[in-house]
Structures are given as structure tokens and as C-alpha cells.
């Protein structure tokens, strides 16, 4: 390289480092096309050449039955998503997600400036709507672990698994703290601690990357780690009676102190996205609210990332939904919003945006911030030079290595409440060389009630309704082969008595729910498993294992059973329960919520003055194995 070549690198180089903004010469046609350019000037490029309809475009998303490659080109749209249990086909393969999404973004790719289309999808406990894919406890029993280098782990585990079927973004983590476990959205919750919730922002870092030391800004390292959503700001866990999409009546400091205590450290790992929340906080909803968006969030808390709606959210500001949708959709462009979720009337979106912008009920100076947000996270995380999907990772949904994590983090959030009657030895670890044993409960032997809601369908089901392991076939397989496994998923009375058990493991809880579904005023153990254990217990010393998405009312019978785990709602490996049932591992989990005796001592959380929990937040035995 020539004298005069070297002095003009050199001043490039000084030129990028002294003003990184600054656009250095290119060879492209456009500088936003020019990867080697620094994303502000890309974004700055890029959005003094949009028209109106194409930002307006870049600020809506559309779910994916409504979506299709031209209308995507003819109306610019920034986003597609599923919703949950939104699919291309049953058990669709990855070949089959990739062909979708990438059919999707074709049409994206055609518009008048290229810009790809941002796919998004619920990956809250794994790729959760794919068949065959791991699916990891859900936050209520990742919250016991206490373990952020494990959450880490599960954020890159999913992400692959997520990158495999052409997908690069997803709403997750949730890190409401839910205070009352009557809320339907419990088990999305880490804890009720917002330290156990912040502890365990590393998720961000597994499933994005972790951003170098200084960084600024929204993040994803590369195209095997996706974007990321902390959800759903602010309060969500904090409603009056755990109402979902309820009010949250605290006073602000009691707002930032618990419920947005998360957030600066999910913005520090360079979270690329923050969904607002349907609730109200003291009476005013979230998706209006543009203190907490726009002064709070952008102004104090520095996120540069974008702002999405949740599901028809801007609609939810008015009761009933949907009314004077002109007036909401004001609320919520002028509160902060950047990217609507609208998710179906997307027309209806695009002229009141328009026609709110033609009346200057909202600035074009926010349209432009919403866009500059939206390409800042889509040129940051690479979208404009990987835009289709990657199908040599298909190997990588399922994979064992990830199964094997899911089984670590299923025992390591078992939380071992009781362990022996009082004056009898303890029950666990279980006898592998037992003669004969019981096992009861329809939780036992149904994948769908292990993993709960939020699983191949947006609900959840009973049934076989992915690959995984029961909990049944993991005793199956850890006891010795000469012991007989008889399992009863609904034992007649008496059924226990007289017939030779050494002991008996009853499996009961939940069933599957997802947000409003699973709102719940009494939170009662569901019949018949009560007189179940009362009766099983009477008959033989037993183990029950609770498959919940947060405590229930046992007081009136816990002192039957010899022995009491919080199995939380632990997905697909259900093989980590007998891990721990036999003695392979100790317990180590911690409850992340506290075990109330009735339901009204609630809202009860750990801190309250009259606390008088059955079991208190951080309660958790161990066997005392020899280590
Ligand atoms: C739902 C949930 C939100 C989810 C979104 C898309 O209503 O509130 O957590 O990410 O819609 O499925």
C-alpha cells in the first residue's frame, strides 16, 4: 500500500473513531445499503428516503394469517408474527417454518428500499409453539433455581432452536414480578422478588449475546442469537385481585422499586425490544401512558431499542376494546409506542395513523423517532444482510444437549417443601430397588399437563402433544427392573389398601391456562386430588409432586402426605423429577414465591408485615445426601 493509500486509511480510521456517525465513503449505491457503515448512518440514510406509507409500514405488525409476500410489499409492513399457537402446518418441520418465514420476507424484500421484515413469535419457555422442540420449565420454576448462568444457557438453547425455523426475534423474557398468584399469568413470573427477576435478566444475554463492555443500544451478536422483548412494561404482575390486564394501584416509588426494577438491566444487556402492558397503572392504561413509555423508559432509562404493542393493545385502551379506535391509536403513537401489534386490521391501523398524522394530532417528529428505533435494531442485528433463514440449524430443535439442559433446570427447580411426618424418617429419596410402587395422577403420564400453557397452542392441552418425557417414564426408568411400576391416573378409593406398596408418588396439579383463562379467585388443588391423596396417603406412605403454575391451597391436607415437591410446571424433561425423587441429585430450589395456607391472606409477598405463609419465600429442603 502506497505512502498516500496509508495516510488515507489512517484518516478513515480517525474519521470513524473521532465521530462514529459519520459516513465514510462507500461503494454502494445508497449508504444504508453499506454494511461497513456505522448504524446511525445507516438508519439517518435510510429514513430521509421513506415516504409516509413506507414508515407508517415499518411501525405495523401483522399476524401471520392475514400475511402473505404482496401484501407485505404493498404496505411496507415492518413485522409479521404468530401468535400462540399460530403455525405453517401441524407439527410443522423447520424446513416448513423456514419455507414461511422466508416467503414472508420475499415480499418484504421487494419494496422500494429492500427493508426485510422482523418475524416474531412467543418463545417463552423454549420455541414453545414448535413440535418436537424443547420446551424448559416456565419462569415460576426457573425462578427456584436462583441460577443466572443457567437462564443464560436456556436464552441460547432457545435461540438456536428459534434462528432454526427462520425466526430472529421473541417476546420474551417476561419479567413481571406477579404479587398475587390468582393472576393468570403467574407462572410467567420469575418471582415475586424483583431481585430473583433481575438476578435473572442473563436470559437476555443467552438468547441475544452479550453486548461488549460500554455498549449502548439494542444488540444481537449474530444470526444464531435473536432479539429480544422484556415484557410487559410496567406492572403487570401487580394488578388489583391478580386480575389480568387489571389496574395496578401502587404509589410510584412502589411502581419503579418492584415492578420496573428488571428493566435498566435488561436495557444494559442491550435488550432490542420492551412490549408495553395491558394493565393500568392507577387507573390510566399502559399503552396510553406517555410518562412511562416516552419520559420514563426512552428519557430516564435511556432504551433505544423499540417499543411494541401488545396483542391488539392499542385497542385495549378503550372499554370496551376497539371503541374510537381513532382516539387510542392517538394515545398510544403519542404515549410511545413505536411498532403497533394490530395484529389483524392492519388497513384500519395505516389510515387512522395517516389521517391522525394529516390532522398533526401526531408530530411527524414521532413517526420518525418509532422508524429510527425499528431500523436502528433491524441494521444492528444484521436483519439487512441475513434477512432468510438459516436451515443448517434445523438439527438443533429438540437437540439432546438441549434436553439435557432442560432436564438440569427441571430438577434444579424442584423445591422439596416437606419431607417425612413428624416422628417418621424422611420418605426421599425414594428406594430405586423398591418391590413394588404407585404411581397416581393424571399428571404423571400427559406431556401436555407438564408443560402447562403457552405450549404448541396458546393454551396449552392435555395430551401427547409434543415429544418429551413423562414424569412416569422417568421413574420407569430410574427404578430398578425387577420393581413393578403400577400406574393409576385415577385410582378408585381404596385402591392403595392392602396390595404390597412400598410408597406411592401421586402427580397431580393444574391444568393448562394462559393469561385471563387462568385468572383463579380460590386457587383450590382441583377435584378429585384431594380425597386422592387423603386416600392413597391413608393406604401407603407417599410422595405428591405438584404440577402448578404457582402454590395452592394444601393446608387442609398436607399433613397426610409424608413427603411434598413443587414441581412448578416443568416441560418436556419430565426425567428431572426422578433425577431427584431417587437421590441422583439434592433438591437445591428455593420457592421464588411465597406458599400462602389461604387464599384470603392474599396478596401475601415476602416483606409484608402479618406474613404467615404455609412455606416462606426461600423455603426449601434438602435430603442431605452424601455429596
Ligand atoms: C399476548 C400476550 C403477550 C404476547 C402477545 C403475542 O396477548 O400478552 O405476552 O407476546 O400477545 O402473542
Known amino acids: 500500500m502506497g505512502p498516500r493509500s496509508r495516510v488515507l486509511c489512517a484518516l478513515v480510521l480517525l474519521l470513524c473513531v473521532v465521530c462514529p456517525d459519520q459516513a465514510t465513503a462507500t461503494k454502494y449505491d445508497a449508504l444504508y445499503k453499506d454494511p461497513s457503515q456505522p448504524v446511525g448512518v445507516r438508519v439517518q440514510d435510510l429514513l430521509k428516503r421513506l415516504t409516509l406509507d413506507e414508515k407508517l409500514g415499518q411501525m405495523t405488525q401483522i399476524e401471520m394469517t392475514v400475511a402473505n409476500a404482496s401484501v407485505i410489499e404493498k404496505y411496507d409492513i415492518g413485522s409479521v408474527l404468530s401468535g400462540g399457537g399460530s403455525i405453517p402446518a401441524p407439527n410443522a418441520t423447520a424446513a416448513q417454518w423456514i419455507n414461511m418465514t422466508d416467503y414472508f420476507q420475499s415480499g418484504a424484500l421487494k419494496t422500494r428500499h429492500g427493508i426485510p421484515e422482523i418475524y416474531g413469535i412467543d418463545a417463552v419457555h423454549g420455541h414453545n409453539n414448535v413440535y418436537g422442540a424443547t420446551i424448559f420449565p416456565h419462569n415460576v420454576g426457573l425462578g427456584c433455581t436462583r441460577d443466572p448462568a443457567l437462564l443464560k444457557r436456556i436464552g441460547a438453547a432457545t435461540a438456536l432452536e428459534v434462528r432454526a425455523t427462520g425466526i430472529p426475534y421473541v417476546f420474551a423474557p417476561c419479567i413481571a414480578v406477579c404479587r398475587d398468584p390468582r393472576w393468570g399469568r403467574c407462572y410467567e413470573s420469575y418471582s415475586e422478588d424483583p431481585d430473583v427477576v433481575k438476578s435473572l435478566t442473563t436470559i437476555i444475554d443467552g438468547l441475544q449475546g452479550t453486548p461488549p463492555k460500554g455498549w449502548k443500544g439494542p444488540y444481537v451478536q449474530n444470526s444464531r442469537r435473536v432479539a429480544a422483548c422484556a415484557k410487559h412494561f410496567v406492572g403487570d404482575g401487580g394488578t388489583q385481585g391478580g386480575i389480568d390486564e387489571g389496574n395496578t394501584v401502587v404509589s410510584y416509588e412502589e411502581l419503579v422499586n418492584i415492578h420496573m426494577k428488571a428493566y435498566p438491566d435488561a436495557i444494559a444487556r442491550g435488550v432490542s425490544t420492551i412490549m408495553a402492558s395491558y394493565n393500568s397503572w392507577n387507573g390510566v392504561k399502559m399503552h396510553a401512558n406517555k410518562f412511562l413509555l416516552t419520559d420514563v423508559l426512552k428519557g430516564q432509562l435511556g432504551f433505544k431499542g423499540f417499543i411494541i ?110 419431607n417425612g411426618k413428624t416422628g417418621s424418617k424422611p420418605l426421599l429419596p425414594l428406594s430405586k430397588g423398591a418391590k413394588k410402587i404407585l404411581v397416581v395422577g393424571a399428571h404423571a403420564n400427559d406431556i401436555g399437563l407438564q408443560c402447562g400453557g403457552w405450549t404448541i397452542t396458546w393454551q396449552g392441552m392435555p395430551g401427547n402433544i409434543t415429544k418429551g418425557t413423562t414424569i412416569l417414564e422417568g421413574i420407569k426408568k430410574t427404578v430398578n427392573s425387577k420393581t413393578k411400576v403400577v400406574y393409576k391416573a385415577n385410582p378408585s378409593k381404596g385402591d392403595a389398601k392392602n396390595k404390597g406398596y412400598q410408597y406411592a408418588i401421586i402427580v397431580v396439579g393444574e391444568q393448562p391456562y394462559a393469561e385471563f383463562n387462568g385468572d383463579n379467585k380460590n386457587l383450590t388443588v382441583p377435584d378429585p386430588y384431594p380425597e386422592l391423596i387423603k386416600d392413597t396417603c391413608s393406604h401407603v406412605r407417599c410422595v405428591v409432586v405438584m404440577v402448578s403454575g404457582r402454590p395452592l391451597v394444601v393446608e387442609p391436607f398436607v399433613d397426610h402426605m409424608d413427603a411434598f415437591v413443587a414441581a412448578w410446571l416443568p416441560g418436556t424433561e419430565g426425567n428431572g423429577i426422578a433425577d431427584v425423587l431417587f437421590g441422583k441429585y439434592d433438591f437445591q430450589g428455593k420457592l421464588s414465591r411465597t406458599w400462602f395456607k389461604r387464599v384470603d391472606q392474599l396478596p401475601m409477598n415476602v416483606g409484608d408485615k402479618d406474613y404467615d405463609p404455609l412455606y416462606p419465600f426461600g423455603f426449601g429442603l434438602k435430603m442431605g445426601l452424601e455429596s
Open 309 to 418: 404493542s401488545d396483542w391488539q393493545g392499542v385497542d385495549r385502551i378503550s372499554e370496551p376494546w376497539g371503541v374510537n379506535i381513532t382516539n387510542s391509536t392517538e394515545l398510544a403513537l403519542n404515549a410511545g409506542i413505536d411498532m403497533i401489534m394490530v395484529p389483524y386490521n392492519y388497513t384500519g391501523f395505516l389510515d387512522v395513523a395517516k389521517q391522525l398524522i394529516a390532522e398533526k394530532k401526531v408530530p411527524m417528529s414521532r413517526i420518525d423517532d418509532a422508524v429510527t428505533r425499528i431500523l436502528r435494531v433491524k441494521f444492528e442485528m444484521g436483519l439487512f444482510e441475513k434477512p432468510y433463514g438459516d436451515k443448517s440449524l434445523k438439527n438443533y430443535i429438540g437437540a439432546l444437549s438441549h434436553r439435557s439442559l432442560a432436564r438440569e433446570a427441571v430438577r434444579k427447580s424442584l423445591v422439596l417443601l416437606k
